[in-house]
């Protein structure tokens, strides 16, 4: 069974900085593509960033510039260092994972979510 689960959120003020960590659990299966989504209170969930196996990143242009997301294959965790938070920023905030099994399915996994908070 997997499962992702998140850690690192907080509240933050205006202008700092905060790392959010995703580690996938269990075994037999590989991922592709992980990412981070945010969803904030009455909206949609929306792209923060997502990486590929290989390392290629694509970013939403709202934290394009503050935000560098990261990878390490050997422990199936990616990560999120969010630079000059906005309040703006404030989320529920859920790391994702294309997870492909042995026999070659592929299917999408959620985190729990973790809150980020900044305060103007």
């Known amino acids: 069974q997997v499962q992702l689960v998140e850690s690192g959120g907080g509240l933050v003020q205006a202008g700092g900085s905060l790392r959010l960590s995703c580690a996938a659990s269990?075994?037999?299966?590989?991922?592709?593509?992980m990412g981070w989504y945010r969803q904030a209170p009455g909206k949609q969930r929306e792209l923060v960033a997502t990486?590929?196996?290989?390392?290629?990143?694509n970013y939403a242009d709202s934290v394009k510039g503050r935000c560098t997301i990261s990878r390490d294959n050997a422990q199936k965790t990616v990560y999120v260092q969010m630079n000059s938070l906005k309040p703006e920023d404030t989320a529920l905030y859920y790391c994702?994972?294309?997870?492909?099994?042995?026999?070659?399915?592929?299917?999408?996994?959620w985190g729990q979510g973790t809150q980020v908070t900044v305060s103007s």
């Open positions: 269990g075994s037999g299966f590989s991922i592709n593509a």
């Open positions: 990486v590929t196996r290989g390392g290629s990143t």
């Open positions: 994702n994972a294309r997870i492909v099994t042995m026999v070659g399915f592929e299917y999408t996994y």
